[in-house]
Nanobody, 125 residues
Framework: VQLQASGGGLVQAGGSLRLSCAAS????????VAWFRQAPGKEREFVAA????????YYGDSVKGRFAITRDNAKNTVYLQMDSLKPEDTAVYYC???????????????????WGQGTLVTVSS
């Protein structure tokens, strides 16, 4: 499956952005999808994940209550709604997908076989 992330940009602190990740080439509804991010000089960080069933969501502690991951299987797209953005949310955001993710490995980037190219989010103070 191929993933194409988009929607990044420059936003002021407190603002909102919605990232999109369009999938092609696979049976999208069977995949667990996730967002990760990586800030300059930092390790990759788990942001959010959504199981193939579409009902179970998981969030990193730093974004819980501010970000929401959703999917539209008809459009083969996963979204990340980001509200109340903070300067520390500045990073390149990547979408990822895999059909064999187990719960215990969902927050681990190495568990995902398919990755998008990344989209830059910059939050100014």
């Amino acid at each position: 499956v191929q993933l194409q992330a988009s929607g990044g940009g420059l936003v002021q602190a407190g603002g909102s952005l919605r990232l999109s990740c369009a999938a092609s080439g696979g049976t999208f509804r069977r995949y667990t999808v996730a967002w990760f991010r990586q800030a300059p000089g930092k390790e990759r960080e788990f942001v959010a994940a959504l199981r193939s069933s579409g009902s179970a969501t998981y969030y990193g502690d730093s974004v819980k209550g501010r970000f929401a991951i959703t999917r539209d299987n008809a459009k083969n797209t996963v979204y990340l709604q980001m509200d109340s953005l903070k300067p520390e949310d500045t990073a390149v955001y990547y979408c990822a997908a895999d059909s064999q993710i187990i719960l215990s490995s969902m927050r681990m980037g190495d568990s995902y076989d398919y990755w998008g190219q990344g989209t830059l989010v910059t939050v100014s103070s």
